[in-house]
């Protein structure tokens, strides 16, 4: 049996995955999970990545790390440090060695958002590879506030049960680090560990299409297919739980 190490994304915290937890535990494997310290502006992506590391067993030679959406660019990092038997990226943004979030996506976007980011021009050159990809934010979802009780429920937790929407929302943490988006990812590579790629069909923030895309250019994988907005965690638990044991 493995034990999944559950990392969560933006905004929320080790309770995102109290949903998921039994149905894996059902099935015999183990589970942990963290709250990652968001709250603090200054935290980095290595910080983070050693946040998980601090709650990683030293006895376990089956782990598999599971990472939502921000956590895409927190655990190949851990990996470097951990020997963990496979990568989950749900909904997930996936790193580029050397570059940012930002970096990657900012030839979509025009000189006065860029200016209003505060983001210094890189050299074009390095950043002709990203300019075949598709957005990978879905649109609609750029700019908005996503400390907004509203914007959550429409983008989030938009196809969760009503009381789950309302757990959720109340539990809802002040993101205040910005690092996978702004900061430059440290990995010299992407890891050669065995990933899997979970794309959500109906999620409202990472953009399914760039989902797809990225999984094939970067992970070498075809992403698998939940139809899930973007917390199939809190919305489709079970589902999730079937994709996640199913080699």
Not at 35 to 43: F, G
Not at 47 to 57: C, E, G, M, S
Not at 76 to 81: D, K, Q, R, S, T
Not at 162 to 186: C, G, H, M, T
Request: charged letters at 20%.
């Amino acid at each position: 049996m493995s034990l999944f190490c559950l990392v969560h994304g933006a905004f929320q915290g080790a309770w995102c995955w109290d949903l998921l937890i039994p149905y894996l535990e059902a099935q015999g494997h183990k589970t942990v999970a963290m709250d990652l310290p968001i709250e603090n502006a200054s935290t980095t992506l290595s910080q983070f990545a050693d946040t998980v590391v601090q709650v990683l067993p030293k006895t376990d030679d089956d782990i598999v790390l599971v990472g939502h959406s921000m956590a895409g660019t927190i655990i190949p990092l851990v990996a470097e440090v951990v020997k963990v038997r496979q990568l989950v990226f749900v909904a997930a943004l996936i790193p580029h060695p050397g570059v940012s979030t930002l970096d990657q996506l900012s030839h979509h976007l025009g000189s006065d958002a860029l200016k209003s980011l505060n983001y210094q021009p890189k050299d074009p050159i390095m950043l002709e590879q990203f300019h075949d990809e598709p957005d990978i934010f879905e649109p609609a979802s750029v700019g908005k506030d996503f400390s907004d009780a509203a914007v959550l429920r429409d983008f989030f937790y938009s196809d969760c049960q009503p009381d789950v929407v309302q757990w959720a929302i109340a539990k809802s943490r002040s993101q205040q680090s910005l690092a996978y988006i702004f900061e430059k990812n440290p990995l010299q590579a992407l890891s050669a560990v065995e990933c899997k790629y979970i794309v959500c069909t109906n999620d409202r923030i990472i953009s399914p299409t760039w989902s797809h895309y990225a999984a094939r250019k970067r992970l070498g994988v075809d992403a698998v297919e939940l139809a899930s907005g973007h917390c199939p965690h809190l919305s489709h638990p079970d589902f999730l739980a079937s994709v996640l044991t199913n080699d």
